[in-house]
C-alpha cells in the first residue's frame, strides 16, 4: 500500500512534472500519460534510498518524455489544458513557442526546454537525460541556432493592440481587401499550417504578406461568407477559433509586434483539437 507521504510527496510535484513533460511534447494527453507512468514507477520505488525525491521524479519524467518523444509513431498535439494554464503562461510554452520547438530533434527540443524553459544547470540536463554536460551543451546551442530566426519574443502580449490588429484583419480578410491585408502583416510575416495529413493545409511555411494574402484571400473567395470567429486563449496567448460552414474548425494562433502580424499558425488536424471549448 502506497504511503500517504508518499502520495503527497508526489502530488507537490505533480504540476510541474505536467508542465516539463508539456514542453516536451507539446500534447496535454501525452503530457498526462508521461506523468501517470512517473508515478507508476515513483509508487514502487525505494523511496528510503531516495535523498532528492523532486530531482529523481524530475529525471524520470524527463526521460519517459524523450523515449516517447524519439518515437517515430509519436504525433504531438498542440493544445491548451486550463488546468495548467498559469504554470504554462509562467513558462512561456506558447502555441508558437511549440510551433518552432517542432523544428527541432528530440534530443535538441528536450535540452533546450529544460535549459531554456525551466533554466536547469547544463550538469543537471545532463544527468535527466544521461549524456554529457558537454553533450548538452552542443544540443542547446544547435537548438538555438535553429530557432535563432523565428524564436518568439518574450514578453507579455499586449492584448489591446492584439484585439485591435486581430480585428482589422479578420474585417479585412472579409471585405476581400488585399491592401489592407498586406499593410497588417509584417515583411518577414510567416505563416505555418499542422494538418497531420488529415486536414488540408500548407505544407510548407508561406513566407512573405504576398503568398499569406494570396492564400486566405483564395479561401475566403472559394466560401464566401462562412467563416465565423471566437476569441480564446491557448496557452496565455490570445487566438482565433475559425468555423466555416460545412467545415472542420481549425485554431488559428498570431505573433503580434508594432502593429503588425509577424507569424500566423494554423492548426487544423482534428485529432489535436478535441479540447475546444463548445460553442454558445
Not at 502530488?11 to 505536467?18: K, T, V
Not at 508542465?19 to 514502487?44: H, M
Not at 498542440?78 to 504554462?88: G, M, Q
Not at 510575416?189 to 511555411?205: E, R
Request: hydrophobic share 40%; glycine share 8%; proline share 6%.
Amino acid at each position: 500500500m502506497t504511503s500517504v507521504p508518499t502520495i503527497d510527496c508526489f502530488e507537490q510535484e505533480r504540476r510541474r512534472l505536467f508542465t516539463l513533460a508539456y514542453g516536451f511534447l507539446g500534447s496535454r494527453a501525452e503530457a498526462e500519460d508521461i506523468v501517470q507512468e512517473a508515478w507508476l514507477r515513483w509508487r514502487s520505488a525505494p523511496h528510503d534510498e531516495l535523498r532528492q525525491p523532486a530531482a529523481w521524479l524530475t529525471t524520470v519524467t524527463a526521460r519517459l518524455a524523450l523515449d516517447h518523444l524519439r518515437s517515430a509513431r509519436v504525433k504531438r498535439e498542440i493544445e491548451a489544458p486550463s488546468a495548467e494554464h498559469s504554470v504554462l503562461v509562467k513558462s512561456e510554452l506558447t502555441l508558437a513557442f511549440l510551433f518552432l520547438l517542432e523544428r527541432l530533434g528530440p534530443e535538441e527540443r528536450a535540452a533546450f526546454v529544460l535549459r531554456e524553459v525551466f533554466d536547469y544547470s547544463f550538469r543537471e540536463v545532463g544527468e535527466m537525460l544521461g549524456k554529457s554536460e558537454a553533450a548538452c551543451r552542443q544540443l542547446v546551442k544547435r537548438g538555438k541556432e535553429k530557432l535563432r530566426e523565428d524564436k518568439p519574443a518574450r514578453h507579455p502580449v499586449d492584448r489591446a493592440e492584439f484585439d485591435d490588429v486581430l480585428g482589422r484583419f479578420v474585417t479585412a480578410l472579409g471585405n476581400g481587401d488585399e491592401a489592407q491585408l498586406l499593410q497588417l502583416l509584417a515583411p518577414d510575416a510567416v505563416l505555418y499550417g499542422d494538418g497531420g495529413g488529415k486536414a488540408l493545409s500548407v505544407i510548407n511555411p508561406l513566407q512573405g504578406p504576398d503568398r499569406i494574402v494570396r492564400f486566405l484571400l483564395g479561401l475566403y473567395r472559394k466560401y464566401p461568407g462562412q467563416f465565423s470567429y471566437r476569441h480564446i486563449d491557448v496557452n496565455g496567448t490570445p487566438a482565433l477559433i475559425v468555423s466555416r460552414v460545412g467545415g472542420d474548425p481549425l485554431v488559428a494562433g498570431y505573433s503580434v509586434s508594432d502593429g503588425r502580424i509577424t507569424r500566423i499558425f494554423h492548426v487544423l488536424n482534428p485529432d489535436k483539437l478535441t479540447t475546444l471549448p463548445p460553442s454558445r
